[in-house]
Nanobody, 124 residues
């Protein structure tokens, strides 16, 4: 059973940066596509970014392109989300998730293991 633990969330002013981390306890992640999702109050959970097992391909939702970057370190069993130029509309709980689909699925239903989430709040 993969256990995922997110960290790095917090309160930041608009225009600031945060780096989220997602670490696995006791299980290698290098066979999984990894993704970051976010969910704002009253909204659907949406894909933010995804990365293939090797890290060679990535996908971003249009709203974060050019501002966010997803990377992974398979030696450390950790996936990162660098978030720059943050906006108030980025405020949400951010979740990492794994998929056995080796491509870059965008549907939340393709992901079967989830972390507990970390809150990101961007003030204006």
């Amino acid at each position: 059973q993969v256990q995922l633990v997110e960290s790095g969330g917090g309160l930041v002013q608009a225009g600031g940066s945060l780096r989220l981390s997602c670490a696995s306890s006791g299980h290698t992640l290098d066979v999984y596509t990894m993704a970051w999702f976010r969910q704002a109050p009253g909204e659907e959970r949406e894909l933010v970014a995804a990365i293939t097992p090797s890290g060679t391909s990535t996908h971003y939702v249009n709203a974060v392109k050019g501002r966010f970057r997803i990377t992974r370190d398979n030696v450390k069993n950790t996936v990162y989300l660098q978030m720059n130029s943050l906006k108030p509309e980025d405020t949400a709980v951010y979740y990492c998730a794994t998929s056995t689909n080796g491509a870059l699925p965008t549907s939340r239903y393709a992901y079967n293991m989830w972390g507990q989430g970390t809150q990101v709040t961007v003030s204006s």
